[in-house]
């Protein structure tokens, strides 16, 4: 998530990765009025900065594909690479461990 400080006209002028006095607005980092106003920003530094702020949520979108896929059965877990099996199965360890359940969708479905 970012941090947004708007102009008095509502338009972004600046954007944090933590909480300032006056940029207190959460925006998510896949969000058309960031990515625009990143595209405004003359600096050539902040395109990477905004693919390295979009990669914690591609990651998870590459985790809910692959689970789609695999719940579908389109492909299976085993289809996929060893290190890509090994890399997904200890993220779906973490989660568990933060959600405090060991219940997954399938399981309530």
């Given at each position: 998530?970012?941090?947004v400080e708007r102009d ?26 960031v990515i625009e106003f ?72």
């Amino acid at each position: 998530m970012l941090y947004v400080e708007r102009d008095p006209d509502g338009k972004i002028v600046s954007i944090s990765k933590s909480k300032t006095p006056a940029a207190t607005e959460i925006k998510p980092a896949v969000d058309d009025e960031v990515i625009e106003f990143l595209d405004t920003v003359q600096d050539p530094a902040d395109p990477r900065a905004l693919l390295t702020l979009t990669d914690a949520g591609l990651v998870r979108a590459f985790e809910d594909l692959i689970n789609v896929l695999v719940d579908k059965k389109v492909i299976r877990f085993t289809d996929l690479p060893p290190a890509v099996q090994k890399k997904v199965a200890a993220r779906q360890k973490i989660r568990q461990k933060l959600s405090g359940t060991s219940l997954m969708v399938n399981d309530i479905l």
